[in-house]
């Protein structure tokens, strides 16, 4: 991707020359964590905000939506984590994609340390 930052030094990078025209959805992760209640699970997920500087937003008691960023900049990241109780422990789904002009995918595997 090349910007024209060559022309517009110290102004907003608004303007983007991209071939990328497709939107690529969101990517979705689901697994088995043995042995914790879903409210540590959740604790670890805004333990990991907190490391990484995301900010966390509102949402329903078994969910945590975690942000980063602008969607008028650089796109505003999100990993949202469900959490539900399961035999044995918790089963976990994990949502990462990017908001913005359009919508990129993430890779839920890069925030998930098994």
Known sequence: MRTFDKWFRGTAML???TTRTES?????????VPGQPPAIVLSAAKAYAASTEMQVEAGPANQVT???GSIWVTGKR??????WDAQGGT???VE???EGLSEFSA???TFVVA
């Open 24 to 32: 690529v959805g969101r990517s979705f992760a689901r697994f088995f």
């Open 96 to 98: 990462a994609y990017v």
């Open 91 to 93: 089963n976990v789904q």
């Open 66 to 68: 975690l942000t980063k």
């Open 78 to 83: 999100v990993l949202r984590i469900g959490v």
């Open 15 to 17: 303007f983007l020359a």
């Open 107 to 109: 890779d839920p595997k």
